[in-house]
């Protein structure tokens, strides 16, 4: 087996395997052979990608469609597979070696719609995104979700009026449009509807709107369902639903709809995957990492390593 080095830097993981340093969604460009872009989330890209990117066709598409520059790209690289993560469309995990090395980056536990889930296989040592790491972070079933929102619309309907749906504009506004594409009009903002013909030419059936808008004046004074982005104030509607992870229970105002693994889905995930070691990142890491240790796992945080370019360690 090679040996596998692990990096951590300012700008994320770098691995070392087969003497190419690959870096792991870097926040900043940084010295590497190759960079593995998970998802085309702007957190996850930078506005010119310096190195080779490695990342699914449809995550540069997307990422192209926002403005990003990659001038060099590749879909595949030697012993290194992309697999699916589930997140948003595009979305993967990279898995470096033979089983040695994974990396989720953001990935769902949950089929919705057109997404799978990404599926758990053993692995030596995972790195895992931990957004929603915390006890408490659970999610009802996406079925129950969907069900309190169509009987919101309805009700809307009732009173003569529309309801406003959020989410953001890459990856839960497709989601959001894709399940509640029965209701109509469907009216979708202009940004949203960048990114859905992106999806569409990918061979993912998202409804094609009866109205495209700019701003929600340009909305009618009879029912509808607007697919809108998260930042928007839209006034004169019965409800205006936010989809988001962060709201813990359904209610008038959001409801948690998340393209991201709830904590007790990445307990069951990392079980499963059985790991020697896991490293977590991003959002509560160092209490998934606790409480991973309190279970019996080897395993730490990435906001509690010295971040240093030069000390890789072996893994
Ligand atoms: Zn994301």
Excluded: C
């Amino acid at each position: 087996m090679i040996n596998n080095k692990i990096a951590f830097s300012r700008s994320g993981i770098l691995v070392k395997h087969s003497e190419k340093v690959i870096a792991l969604d870097p926040e900043e460009n940084v010295k590497a052979d190759i960079t593995f872009v998970s998802h085309a989330h702007m957190d996850h890209l930078l506005k010119r990608e310096k190195n080779t990117v490695l990342a699914s066709r449809e995550t540069v598409d997307l990422a192209v469609e926002r403005g990003v520059k990659i001038p060099r790209f590749i879909e595949q690289y030697e012993d290194i597979k992309l697999v699916d993560s589930g997140h948003i469309l595009g979305s993967r995990a990279i898995v470096i070696g033979k089983n040695e090395i994974m990396y989720t980056g953001d990935f769902s536990q949950r089929d919705r719609g057109f997404l799978k889930k990404l599926e758990p296989f053993n692995v030596k040592v995972l790195i895992v995104e931990s957004t929603y790491g915390k006890k408490g972070y659970s999610f009802p079933p996406t079925a129950s979700v969907i069900e309190s929102v169509m009987k919101m619309i309805s009700e809307a309907y009732d009173a003569g009026m529309g309801v406003s749906l959020h989410g953001y504009t890459l990856g839960k506004a497709q989601l959001i449009e894709y399940l509640f594409q029965t209701w109509r009009p469907l009216i979708v903002h202009k940004n949203i509807e960048k990114m859905n013909s992106v999806y569409r030419k990918f061979g993912i059936k998202i409804p094609v709107p009866d109205k495209i808008v700019e701003r929600s004046s340009e909305l009618p004074e009879t029912p509808f369902v607007y697919v809108a982005p998260t930042y928007e104030d839209v006034e004169n509607v019965y409800y205006s639903i936010r989809f988001t992870g962060w709201a813990r229970v359904i209610s008038r105002y959001a409801v948690p709809l998340s393209d991201h693994a709830d904590h007790d889905e990445l307990l069951n995930f990392i079980k499963k995957v059985n790991p020697e070691t896991v490293i977590t990142v991003h959002g509560f890491d160092r209490e998934l990492a606790k409480e991973l240790r309190s279970l019996g796992f080897r395993a730490f945080a990435f906001s509690d390593q010295q971040l240093d370019l030069d000390s890789f360690i072996y893994v």
